[in-house]
C-alpha cells in the first residue's frame, strides 16, 4: 500500500478481507474451532461464562495491531480497511492498551 496514495484509490483499502488471502477451506475459521474445542476439553464440563466477549477480545486485540501495523500507523487507512469509522477503532485501541499517550498507534 502506498503510504501517499488516496485511500479511495488504494486497491487494499476495497478488497474484502477473506476473500482471495484465505483458502477455500478457511484455515481461520478451522483454527478458532481448534482453540475452542481445545478450550472446551480444559472446562472438564465445568460452565463457562462470557465465551463471546473471551474470544472477542482474544481476536480483537491482534486483528487492530495487525491491521494498524500494516497500515505503518495510520489509523484512517486502518479503519477503512477494517470497515470501522475511526471514532470506534480508535476507541477499540484505546480498550486494548494499543495507543499511546501522545494519541497515536504505537501503544506496544
Avoid: I, W
Avoid at 472438564?44 to 486483528?63: C, I
Amino acid at each position: 500500500m502506498s503510504m501517499n496514495m488516496p485511500l479511495e484509490q488504494d486497491p487494499e483499502v476495497h478488497e474484502t478481507p477473506v476473500a482471495g488471502v484465505l483458502p477455500s477451506d478457511c484455515v481461520l475459521a478451522e483454527s478458532v474451532r481448534h482453540a475452542l474445542d481445545q478450550y472446551f476439553e480444559t472446562l472438564d464440563g465445568q460452565s463457562s461464562h462470557d465465551l463471546y466477549a473471551l474470544v472477542m477480545n482474544e481476536v480483537e486485540r491482534p486483528l487492530l495491531a495487525s491491521v494498524l501495523e500494516r497500515c505503518g500507523g495510520n489509523q484512517s487507512r486502518a479503519a477503512a480497511l477494517l470497515g470501522l469509522n475511526r471514532a470506534t477503532l480508535r476507541k477499540k485501541l484505546r480498550t486494548h492498551g494499543l495507543v499511546g499517550t501522545n494519541g497515536n498507534g504505537a501503544g506496544e
